[in-house]
């Protein structure tokens, strides 16, 4: 196509890089593009017509304001940051092949993990999955882009911090002696990078289709149909992870409670010709295994929380 592509991202420093491998990648298929960074969404006005579309993500939110408004043509998201329901006119055209789905400990040395140590994350799900093998351990809130949180972890009196693997490989921070946390089911899509267009820019549409990874569409596809499911609307500690090996898709996916005291788990495995509706019927024996009743006193535990 004669167009430049408008590649929108936001300007952290792994967004950049996730937003770069897209541009090379379009570039070598002939086409013109151009990087258009955008900032937060504190930093914009968010008019009533633009939440009535959908819009829930707080980390695409600015993005989707941005390719709303025709101010960029696709945005380059980490997929495990989208929320399942894209905005009204908004799709995805790609799934770039997926890095490793791991999360890893940085830490300050590992003899803590026996006793008492205090670890730090912003996410639930790595919360209560840690505080079921570590019960002893205090886990305190880190937030921000994965250059500010080792920054933080360097300042503080921690003792380790959990980060997505493929995000510090990625922009080539992830230190040596990093502990793989194999047991720790990952977030749905974690390590994914997922291309999203307008559905009516037609052109874009099809130009960005190409770099579709079909084995890493089909597996998050699966993960977030779960994590859909299972949600309703509400933030839970969920992780989930398909894996596809000799035409067969092998899911595991957790629910756990907040403090990590109990979890229901489901592993599962189908045809890959056979995945239709598998996130879904994962997620409905979850809940009928209890996890009905664990969603609705992490939803009353998060509702008291905030007020």
């Keep these: 196509m004669s167009k430049v592509i408008r590649i929108g991202t936001r300007d952290s420093e ?168 194999d047991w720790m089911v990952p977030a749905p899509a974690q390590g994914a990078m997922l291309v999203v267009a307008l559905e009516k820019n037609t052109e874009v549409v099809a130009a960005t289709a190409s770099l579709n990874h079909t084995a890493s569409d089909i597996a998050t596809a699966i993960e977030r149909e779960f994590l859909r499911t299972l949600e309703g609307g509400c933030t839970a500690p969920i992780g989930a992870l398909a894996t596809i090996k000799d035409d067969t898709v092998y899911f595991k996916g957790c629910l756990h409670a907040l403090d990590g005291s109990t979890f229901v788990e489901v592993i599962k495995e189908r045809p890959l010709g056979k995945v239709a509706g598998f996130g879904k019927s994962c997620a409905y024996e979850v809940l009928e295994r209890g996890g009905k009743q664990l969603m609705e006193d992490i939803k009353n535990e998060l509702n008291n929380t905030v007020h």
């Excluded at 995805?92 to 092949?97: F, I, P, S």
């Excluded at 002893?136 to 921000?144: A, I, P």
């Design 14 to 181: 792994l967004a950049l890089w996730q937003a770069n491998t897209v541009q090379e990648k379009l570039e070598t298929l002939g086409h013109n593009t151009t990087l258009v960074p955008v900032k937060s969404a504190g930093d914009l006005v968010l008019d009533k017509p633009l939440y009535d579309m959908g819009i829930t993500g707080i980390f695409t939110k600015s993005l989707d304001i941005a390719l709303l408004k025709g101010d960029i043509d696709i945005a380059v998201h980490s997929m495990k940051d989208v929320p399942t329901q894209l905005p009204k006119g908004v799709v995805k055209t790609a799934v770039l092949e997926r890095a490793v789905s791991t999360d890893i400990l940085v830490h300050k040395g590992t003899d803590f993990l026996e006793g008492k140590g205090t670890i730090a994350t912003g996410s639930l799900r790595r919360k209560a999955q840690w505080l079921a093998k570590y019960p002893k351990h205090k886990m305190v809130d880190l937030r921000g882009n994965v250059n500010s949180r080792l920054i933080k972890l360097i300042e503080n009196d921690w003792n380790g911090a959990i980060f997505a693997k493929a995000g510090l490989e990625r922009i080539k921070l992830l230190p040596k002696d990093a502990v793989a946390l």
